[in-house]
């Protein structure tokens, strides 16, 4: 019987999972969606940063600046803000685009009304949103249940893969900064980078 072979892992061979820090306005929407894409078997890692009743995109801002201060970027880190369009002034989402050009690996992405219009994306074109009910009333007609929380189960890989699709053919051509008119997010940007690393 021959010896058995001792195994050695590769001395630094060992590969390093790439961090998302995605600072959000909402503590359960978001952060539920953003959790679908970690898992053991990831070479990525989400993390949402949120906290109750701080939800303004300065505030947003703020969290981020905090994290990066105590915590920093390794790499090729992300930090991105993601962000509802809704009453938030001009003024305000100026704050975070500009922070956004700080860096290569920041990040900027705001959904005109609200989150809720990127997640509608994974089930229906999103044409014709009028406001924010608008939007909500039809997500409800896709996830009957929809009340802030998610089921995961319900956004499949093939789901996403529309969704982003679907968000591009809104954004054209791509807004430079955020997107103005109702009926378009930019969270696609960021689910793109995230596949990327998949």
């Known amino acids: 019987m021959p ?15 790439k961090l998302f820090v995605i600072a959000v ?10 959790s679908i894409f970690n898992d053991d078997k ?9 906290k109750k ?11 981020m600046k905090k994290y990066l201060k105590n ?3 390794r790499g090729d880190d992300e930090a991105w803000l993601v962000v509802d369009k809704d009453e938030w002034n001009d003024e305000q ?40 009910r608008n939007c909500v009333e039809r997500l409800k007609r896709c996830l009957p249940n929809y009340d802030k929380d998610i ?4 956004f499949t890989m093939e789901r996403i893969l529309a969704a982003v699709d679907r968000a591009k053919q809104r954004d054209n051509p791509p807004c430079i900064d955020w997107p103005r008119s109702q009926g378009i997010t930019t969270v696609y940007k960021l689910v793109e980078n995230i596949l990327d690393e998949k």
């Not at 306005?25 to 953003?34: D, N």
């Not at 990831?42 to 949120?50: H, S």
């Open 151 to 154: 089921d995961r189960s319900r």
């Open 3 to 17: 010896p058995r072979r001792k195994y050695q892992r590769p001395v630094g061979k060992r590969r390093y999972r």
């Open 53 to 63: 009743n701080f939800s303004s995109p300065p505030q947003v801002l703020q969290r």
């Open 71 to 73: 915590e920093g970027l």
């Open 42 to 50: 990831n070479i990525i890692n989400i993390k949402c940063l949120k």
């Open 25 to 34: 306005e909402g503590i359960k929407t978001e952060p539920q969606y953003f």
């Open 93 to 132: 989402l100026m704050q975070l685009y500009n922070w956004s050009n700080n860096s290569d690996n920041y990040g900027f992405a705001l959904s005109n009304p609200k989150f809720e219009y990127w997640l509608l994306l994974h089930f229906e074109e999103g044409t014709g949103i009028a406001n924010t």
